[in-house]
C-alpha cells in the first residue's frame, strides 16, 4: 500500500517536471526506433525483423519453402502460418524491449514499479 502512495507521490512531482517526463518519453521513443528485433520459426525458415515501434522491416524465407509454396496449396498454407508465426515472435520480443525501456526510465524518474505496461506500444507509436 506504501509503494502505490510513494508513486502516486512520485508522479504528482512529475507532473511538476513536464520537460523531465517528456524528455524520458523522447528516450523511449528513439531507442525503439533503433531496437531491431528478429523471429523465426520452422527452423528458420521464415524469419522476420520489426522495430520497437512494432514495424515489420523484413519478411524472409528459406529457398526451399519458396520453392515448396509454388508447387501445393498445403504448402502455401504451411508459409503463411510460418511467416504469422515468425512475426509474431519478432513482436512479443519488440513489446519486452519496451516494457524494458519504460521500466528503466521510470525507475530513473523515481516512479518505481508502474505494475503491468500491457497497451504501451499503442502509446508510443
Known amino acids: 500500500m506504501f509503494d502505490k502512495l510513494k508513486t502516486m507521490g512520485a508522479l504528482a512531482g512529475l507532473m511538476k517536471n513536464r520537460e523531465g517526463l517528456k524528455q524520458a518519453g523522447d528516450r523511449v521513443k528513439s531507442k525503439m526506433e533503433q531496437t531491431r528485433c ?9 524469419r522476420a525483423v520489426v522495430t520497437g515501434k512494432m514495424v515489420v522491416l523484413e519478411v524472409e524465407l528459406s529457398p526451399a519453402l519458396v520453392g515448396g509454396m509454388a508447387a501445393d496449396e498445403k504448402t502455401r498454407a504451411l508459409a503463411s502460418g510460418l511467416i504469422a508465426e515468425a512475426i509474431n515472435q519478432a513482436l512479443g520480443k519488440a513489446q519486452q524491449k519496451l516494457q524494458e525501456a519504460v521500466k528503466i526510465e521510470a525507475d530513473a524518474l523515481g516512479l518505481g514499479d508502474l505494475g503491468d505496461l500491457e497497451g504501451l506500444a499503442d502509446m508510443m507509436r
Open 38 to 46: 528478429t523471429g523465426e520459426a520452422g527452423g528458420g525458415a521464415a
